[in-house]
Each structure stands twice: as structure tokens, then as C-alpha cells.
Nanobody
Framework: VQLQASGGGLVQAGGPLRLSCAASERTFSRYVMGWFRQAPGKEREFVAAVSWSGSSTFYADSVKGRFTISRDNAKNTVYLQVNSLKPEDTAVYYC???????????????WGQGTQVTVSS
């Protein structure tokens, strides 16, 4: 499956953004979808994941209560609503697909190209 992430940009601290990730396949609904991020000089880290149906979600502690992951299987798209952004949220955000609900990046089989989010203080 091919993934295309979009929606990043420059935003002031406290502001919102909505990231989107469009998938190329009709089998999109079979995949668990995850969002990860990677800041300069740091390892890629898990942000959030959503089950194939959208009924189950899981978040990293650092974003819980501020970020919301959702999906629209009819549009083959997964979203990440990011609110109350902090400078430390600055990173390239990646979407990824797998058949299992996991948080380790190397477990995901398919990756999008990433979208830059920069939060100014």
C-alpha cells in the first residue's frame, strides 16, 4: 500500500493542525494505521495508532489528550488532529500501515513520506 501524508506546516505554540494520510488501496480498511514522528537528531517515535475499524485507538503518553487519531475507510484516509501544539512537537510526522496494533516503528511494513510540523514558541 502507498501512503501520502500531508497537512504539516508552521504553527504557533498552542495552535492546531490536522494531518492527513491517504492510502492507495481499497484494502486500506484491513490495516492498522499509525502515526510516528522524528525530530532532528532523535529516533523515530510512536505517536498514535488506530485499529482497522476505527473503534480502538492508542496514544503515546506525550500526546494523550492533545492528539486524536481517526480514519475514514470510505476515503482511504487516516487523520491526526493535533491540538495545543508545543515546540517539542516539532518533527517530521509519518503515517504507517500494518496488520497489527504495535508501537515499534520497525514492525510497520508500509510508510508514507512524512510531513514537517514546526511549532514556534
Amino acid at each position: 500500500v502507498q501512503l501520502q501524508a500531508s497537512g504539516g506546516g508552521l504553527v504557533q505554540a498552542g495552535g492546531p493542525l490536522r494531518l492527513s494520510c491517504a492510502a492507495s488501496e481499497r484494502t486500506f480498511s484491513r490495516y492498522v494505521m499509525g502515526w510516528f514522528r522524528q525530530a532532528p537528531g532523535k529516533e523515530r517515535e510512536f505517536v498514535a495508532a488506530v485499529s482497522w475499524s476505527g473503534s480502538s485507538t492508542f496514544y503515546a503518553d506525550s500526546v494523550k489528550g492533545r492528539f486524536t487519531i481517526s480514519r475514514d475507510n470510505a476515503k482511504n484516509t487516516v487523520y491526526l488532529q493535533v491540538n495545543s501544539l508545543k515546540p517539542e512537537d516539532t518533527a517530521v510526522y509519518y503515517c504507517a500501515a500494518d496488520f497489527d496494533m504495535v508501537i515499534i516503528p520497525r514492525e510497520y511494513d508500509y510508510w508514507g513520506q512524512g510531513t514537517q510540523v514546526t511549532v514556534s514558541s
